[in-house]
């Protein structure tokens, strides 16, 4: 069974650039989650999508993040403008769904803003 | 915000000694999960205990959950020094932003160092 898939692995930006970064989750995972992880912090929820709805984006910061989830699957979050503290490590993570919540999460990117 | 507290920040421990990492959080639960994550890598789910459990066992690992203290406990018996890593619980909450669905909130982690 092939993992979450992310890319890019590593990114570095200067501060008030834009960077995307892509996710493609475990087949037929209905959950997906995009996490935040600061050095030496645990991963914090940015947003989880549903299928292709949003269920929780409270943490989000709205002005310059930004996520979609195309079809259900494939998803794609955004940075713009970038500052130098989302410098982070930033996770996909995908599970079943109501069935089973144990995630599954990708290797990450790395984001740098210098 | 972080839901779970993990205690101690780092362990450093002798191959061959136990290690037991602390998890509390603050509100009601449907289950809790352990991951660990070796440096520079995604996380991997350990193990999964269910609100109605008291204790769940997996290989080498124990994991205890007390829902009155709302609190966990992981304990890696026999460590090895592939055991090294960060370990963090994981709480299976209510999302309250959404119509029935849970999320998956993480603690600050558990960094343990086991030396051969």
């Known amino acids: 069974e092939a993992g979450v898939a992310q890319s890019p692995r590593y990114k570095i930006i200067e501060k008030r650039q834009s960077v995307a970064f892509w996710c493609n989750p475990i087949s037929g995972h209905a959950t997906l989650y995009w996490y935040q992880q600061i050095l030496g912090q645990g991963p914090k929820l940015l947003i989880q999508f549903q299928n292709n709805g949003v269920v929780d984006d409270s943490q989000l910061p709205k002005d310059r993040f930004s996520a979609e989830r195309l079809k259900g699957v494939d998803s794609t979050l955004k940075i713009q403008p970038a500052k130098l503290e989302d410098s982070a490590v930033y996770l996909c993570?995908?599970?079943?769904?109501?069935?089973?919540?144990?995630?599954?999460f990708g290797q990450g990117t790395r984001l740098t803003v210098v | 915000s972080q839901q779970g507290e993990e205690d101690p920040q780092a362990l450093s421990i002798q191959e061959g000694e136990n290690a037991t990492m602390n998890c509390s959080y603050k509100t009601s639960i449907n289950n809790l999960q352990w991951y660990r994550q070796n440096s520079g890598r995604g996380l991997v789910h350990l193990i999964l205990i269910r609100s109605n459990e008291r204790e769940k066992h997996s290989g080498r690992l124990r994991v205890t959950l007390d829902t009155s203290k709302k609190s966990s406990s992981l304990l890696i018996t026999a460590s090895r020094a592939a055991d090294t890593a960060s370990y963090f619980c994981?709480?299976?909450?209510?999302?309250?932003?959404?119509?029935?669905?849970?999320?998956?909130?993480f603690g600050a982690g558990t960094r343990l160092a086991v030396h051969p």
């Open positions: 994981a709480t299976d909450a209510q999302n309250m932003f959404s119509g029935g669905y849970n999320k998956l909130i």
């Open positions: 993570a995908s599970s079943l769904g109501r069935l089973s919540t144990e995630a599954f």
